[in-house]
């Protein structure tokens, strides 16, 4: 009698912490898999608005930039080329805060580390090479180039996550400016192949 009663103190005793440690397992898993399901949306759709925080800044900084390398170009045609894409940029711009808005965020920017270092470089190259030399174009059109890349890179990876997450309209917003980057990218491969590169090189 003792024995089952100490038996069963303690079997009750090892019941209740192995019922209710049963009971919060099973709970936390129930929380947990009805968690996990809207806070891995709600974390991908955080990295999401960040990533677009970043581009926004990156298309801002190349407002700033855009003119002090069509400044610096030699020929007319990069330098119209340049004005062009500073005017894209612009509604690009817009288009990004109307994904904010859409989002129902207000449009903010984060500093892009990536573009700041690539417009450095070009602002190098810019320094390095001869004022009204071909060669200074040559240049430009690479850094133009290497900062449209990026922009695709972003804006192709973007397209896509929207369409993950559910956003076919900010999606198709997106693949609106990527398409632009791609053809700004286009547009300064054919100056360069059909002139610029030829004339740099009997410079
Ligand atoms: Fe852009
Ligand atoms: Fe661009």
């Known amino acids: 009698m003792e024995k089952s009663n100490k038996g069963s103190s303690s079997g009750s005793g090892k019941k209740s912490p192995k019922s209710s440690t049963a009971r919060q397992s099973s709970g936390s898993m129930d929380q947990g898999s009805g968690e996990q399901g809207s806070e891995q949306k709600s974390l991908l759709q955080e990295f999401f608005i960040d990533s677009l925080k970043d581009i926004y800044w990156a298309e801002k900084h190349l407002t ?3 003119p002090k390398m069509q400044r610096a170009a030699t020929t007319e045609e990069l330098k119209d080329l340049l004005e062009e894409h500073l005017d894209v940029t612009i509604e690009q711009i817009s288009r990004l805060e109307q994904i904010f808005e859409m989002l129902g965020k207000k449009a903010q920017a984060k500093k892009c580390e990536a573009m700041e270092g690539i417009t450095k470089e070009g602002e190098g190259v810019i320094e390095d090479t001869e004022d009204e030399s071909m060669t200074r174009d040559v240049g430009i059109i ?20 929207a369409k993950t997450l559910g956003l076919e309209e900010i999606s198709g917003l997106l693949e609106e400016t990527l398409a632009e980057e791609k053809e700004a990218d286009e547009k300064l491969t054919m100056i360069a192949e059909e002139n610029i590169n030829f004339e740099a090189s009997e410079e």
């Open 142 to 161: 690479m850094s133009a180039q290497k900062v449209e890349h990026y922009e695709i890179a972003s804006y192709g990876s973007l397209a896509q996550l």
């Open 64 to 66: 700033k930039v855009l």
